[in-house]
């Protein structure tokens, strides 16, 4: 299971990969990162988005503006975004569950 101290971490794409990256596909291509970082981040970014897919459905959206991605894109579409990004850094991805350290 993954988990990071969001108030100690030396790696700010830990903490908000979507607002670090803007597209998944941009942590990818980054350059200065290790695999093992991209991964964790992108499992933090999934698990954002999962919970975000799930308080939508209960009618509890997470705000009032547009999603910081791709305007007209859906978080379902997001999720597959990541996903697939996730799967090309790290096939035995597929059964693992997102960490449980944020709400």
Do not use: C
């Amino acid at each position: 299971m993954l988990e990071a101290n969001l108030t100690t971490t030396p790696f700010p794409e830990l903490i908000d990969p979507e607002a670090m990256f803007g597209l998944p596909e941009n942590l990818l291509l980054n350059s200065t990162l290790a695999d093992e970082t991209k991964i964790q981040a992108l499992n933090l970014w999934k698990h954002d988005l999962v919970l975000l897919m799930t308080a939508t459905d209960e009618n509890m959206p997470a705000h009032t503006g547009q999603p910081s991605y791709v305007p007209g894109e859906s978080t379902a579409e997001m999720l597959r975004r990541v996903s697939n990004v996730l799967l090309a850094l790290d096939p035995l991805e597929t059964g693992k569950t997102g960490p449980s350290h944020r709400a």
